[in-house]
């Protein structure tokens, strides 16, 4: 009979597997940002999905504090359960929780957690109300945060053919002349994957709008 969630079984999980030999490297690998417990990524899973087992998943109400429980704790395996909470309810949030959805992408920002959350968590939310969804997302592209910026230029990746191509291009020109790595590489991302739906529309548009080398490059990858 599973239980009443409790963040603090997962964190005793986690620390039952900490490995200091690992957290280094595993920190280096993200140019030292955050420190690491020192747990792989199937390891993880593995240990998240027991908890899945175990424990009930949060109520709605309760779903955000429990999420901040995790990630407010130092290490980055923390932040990536969070996440993780967030995915298997996704199904419950709506357009009130973008601003927390945002509080998390501007805290201990870095590729890793942005490119989890703005595609399969954001992405989803604003499928569920597009007009007002796709407003917020522009808001966000104007914000003066890069990881921000980033999330409302990735937020339409899993798509396909609901891609909203207008919102797309409107928010790749609000940043194409950015000098800011992850910005370029996070256009190109979003052009490529559109790419695979509709090739010759990145091609026109990539033709007919100055775009970063970068951008440019990521962007037409996989079009010949």
Sequence with gaps: ??????????????????????????????????????????????????????????????????????????EREYHYAAIALLEKRKGQLTLKDLPALRQLIESDSWWDSVDSIAPKIVGHVVATDRLQGSAIMLEWSEADNVWTNRAA????????????????????????ASTEFFI?????????????????????????????PLSRREALRNIH
């Design 1 to 74: 009979m599973k239980k009443k969630w409790d963040h603090q079984a997962l964190v005793e999980k986690f620390e039952a597997n900490r490995n200091g030999e690992l957290a280094l490297p595993m920190a280096a690998y993200m140019r030292n940002q955050f420190p690491f417990l020192g747990i792989k990524t199937p390891l993880r899973n593995a240990l998240l999905k027991q908890q899945f087992e175990e424990y009930h998943l949060p109520s709605t109400d309760q779903l955000i504090e429990e999420v901040w429980k995790l990630y407010r704790l130092p």
């Design 153 to 176: 230029i990735l937020h339409q990746l899993k798509y396909k053919r609901e891609t909203d191509r207008e919102l797309l291009a409107m928010i790749v020109q609000q940043h194409a």
């Design 184 to 212: 370029q590489k996070s256009i190109g991302w979003a052009l490529r994957e559109y790419a695979k739906t509709n090739p010759e529309w990145v091609g026109s548009f990539t033709g007919r709008h100055s775009l970063m």
